[in-house]
């Protein structure tokens, strides 16, 4: 089983809901890109010959609000689309799917529904790293700042007697070559289950679109921001260790389960899956020009990777040591984030279903 690191839920002071700022400008700026996608990519025709409703699905939404702004806009992009061809009389109903792993908290996100919503709106608890919907009932999939979690950490990076053991860190950035060949060939495994299963679920001419953190073809893993932050995370543990607060054997049977891949990667997973098309794949900035300070602040990365991680470590380590972990990492990031040159990119991948 896949498994499952919800964000921090409901409204408090670490919640998804009120740290989710860096997604939020990365689906801003997708916005344009999904208007453009459905304008020129997607046909409406043929799509609804044999239904009356269009099914949207939002894999890993998490607990809003950003899921509702991306659902708005792809339904604002369709209607769009329906009235630019003279079709504003067939305007379908729309059907929102969101979804994310069982423990997610369901309650605040149906809580926080906006009153005033152009859909029909349902959950469905469940991985996408497997079957989530019947066969060819999707007409298009949303999926932001989700599928770089993997389903699991690659056993041999736990294995002492592994070359890819992944001793004193707890990520793949800065580690020997073979740890992050092991993150790298579950990421693999995990995203041909992904397209596996959606192309099972879309209709032919379904459309995808999918947001994640990647890097340029051909760079170190290194200068990606949200790498070298994660690294630091793994650098504060194991001060702590050193001052006895945290045992080294806690920290060495520890790892982040995710992996930030390049446009090549996707590419190369995609064809050999063989049921899409890319109609479109880019790298962006998601926080451009004066706006970027905010990633050199180390507390915003601080409540940033607090909303998003604390599931994941509060299942291997105490409280209080997760509490004394997030008070130590602002001062560290702050100082790394002013010493090194790095890149804040997102990638942006438009598919086609054959």
């Known amino acids: 089983m896949p498994e499952s690191h919800p964000m921090i839920g409901g409204d408090g002071t670490y919640s998804y809901a009120k740290n989710s700022y860096l997604q939020r ?18 046909d409406i025709k043929d799509l609804l010959s044999n239904s009356r409703s269009f099914k949207i699905a939002d894999l890993g939404c998490s607990v809003g609000p950003n899921t509702f702004i991306c659902m708005e806009s792809v339904i604002q992009a369709v209607k769009h689309k329906f009235q630019s061809h003279g ?11 969101f979804s994310d792993h069982t423990f997610n908290d369901f309650n605040t996100l149906f809580r926080s529904l906006p009153p005033e919503r152009p859909y029909f709106a349902a959950g469905v608890p469940g991985s996408f790293h497997g079957r989530l919907f019947p066969e060819s009932s999707v007409h298009f999939v949303h999926s932001s700042h989700a599928l770089h979690w993997i389903s699991q950490v690659p056993k041999e990076i736990l294995d002492k007697s592994s070359p890819a053991w992944n001793k004193g860190r707890i990520y793949y950035t800065g580690a020997p070559d073979e740890v992050g060949k092991a993150y790298a060939i579950q990421f693999a495994k995990d995203v041909e ?23 340029r073809n051909g760079i170190s893993h290194s200068c990606a921001v949200v790498n070298v932050m994660l690294d630091l995370l793994g650098s504060c543990l194991m001060d702590m260790c050193k001052e006895g607060l945290v045992s080294e054997a806690q920290v060495d049977s520890f790892n982040l389960p995710m992996y930030v891949p390049s446009p090549k990667e996707m590419i190369e997973l995609v064809e050999r899956n063989g049921s899409f098309k890319i109609e479109r794949m880019e790298l962006f900035d998601p926080v451009p020009g004066n706006e970027a300070q905010i990633l050199r602040s180390g507390h915003a990365w601080k409540m940033h990777f607090r909303a998003g991680l604390e599931g994941v470590f509060s299942k291997h380590f105490a409280s209080e040591t997760i509490d004394e972990l997030f008070d130590r990492f602002p001062n560290k990031a702050a100082e790394k984030l002013k010493a090194t040159s790095t890149e804040t990119t997102l990638l942006f991948i438009a598919l086609k279903r054959k």
Do not use: C, N, S, W
Not at 25 to 42: F, P, R, S, V
Not at 87 to 97: A, K, R, S
């Open 193 to 215: 289950i992904f397209l596996d299963a959606r192309a099972k679920e879309l209709v032919v001419g379904g459309m995808m679109v999918l947001i994640l953190p990647g890097i």
């Open 25 to 42: 400008e990365g689906i801003k700026y997708a916005k344009g890109l999904i208007d453009e996608t459905i304008a020129h990519k997607l």
């Open 87 to 97: 079709l504003t009389e067939q305007i379908p109903d729309f059907q929102v799917f």
